[in-house]
């Protein structure tokens, strides 16, 4: 795997581009030229907090069909959704779960390219106290294993903890196995999804990623390159 030219004329879907994590990678595809599409409830909210530089689509991931129509000429998704309570309409199992169901499905249904799916460090250790939320390890481990078996190109990016701090000049750290424990910047993990849509194909990886506390920039041919492909390695 290696890093590529940005293909300023590809249009990403980012879902869950509101939320914190996402309103950063949304902000970085702009920046960098992308033609991007945000997948929101609500408009008119979604419009004051991230402009008017990108084309919004009004949906529900819990629902198939009104994903369906925002993923249309779509070339790649990257999905930062999750749950907002451990239960009810925005639990794990609704959201995690079936709302990355639907987006897979729907982005096979309109031959998406490439899917990048921020999950989480731990979802393979169902002890963790992460899982109190409503089972919501278990939800997204679940959600990983649809994107896995499909047919998309994928990345399955595990951050540790998030933390709401500047990360650009922190060491990074890729891992495989689901053994890592730390944290993470938010800024960092936008960062790593926009260089997992840089990558040549074939992609399909499953990897863990923490920061530690010393400055570095990060080497992200290095980082990619130490990973191995699912089905080769694959936790």
């Not at 030219?5 to 920046?31: C, E, F, W, Y």
């Not at 944290?183 to 040549?200: G, K, M, P, W």
């Amino acid at each position: 795997m290696v890093l590529t030219s940005v293909n300023m004329t590809q249009n990403i879907l980012v879902a869950g581009a509101t939320g914190r994590t996402g309103h950063i990678i949304t902000q970085k595809l702009i920046q960098q030229g992308y033609a991007t599409h945000a997948l929101v409830r609500d408009l008119a909210d979604a419009k004051k907090l991230l402009g008017i530089d990108l084309t919004f689509h009004q949906g529900d991931v819990r629902n198939l069909e009104s994903v369906m129509g925002a993923m249309s000429g779509i070339d790649a998704v990257t999905s930062v959704i999750g749950a907002r309570t451990p239960v009810g309409k925005n639990c794990p199992k609704n959201v995690d779960y079936q709302g990355v169901v639907n987006l897979v499905h729907a982005a096979v249904e309109h031959n998406v390219h490439r899917f990048i799916l921020v999950s989480s460090i731990a979802v393979t250790h169902p002890e963790h106290p992460l899982n109190c939320f409503g089972k919501v390890l278990d939800w997204k481990r679940k959600a990983e294993k649809v994107l896995q078996d499909s047919p998309l190109e994928y990345a399955v990016i595990r951050p540790g903890g998030l933390i709401d701090i500047p990360g650009e000049q922190r060491t990074l750290i890729f891992d495989q196995g689901d053994h890592l424990m730390g944290t993470i910047s938010r800024d960092s993990v936008a960062e790593t999804c926009l260089q997992a849509l840089r990558l040549s194909s074939p992609l399909q990886i499953t990897f863990e990623v923490i920061e530690k506390d010393h400055k570095g920039q990060p080497n992200w041919e290095q980082l990619f390159q130490s990973l191995s492909r699912d089905g080769v390695q694959q936790s």
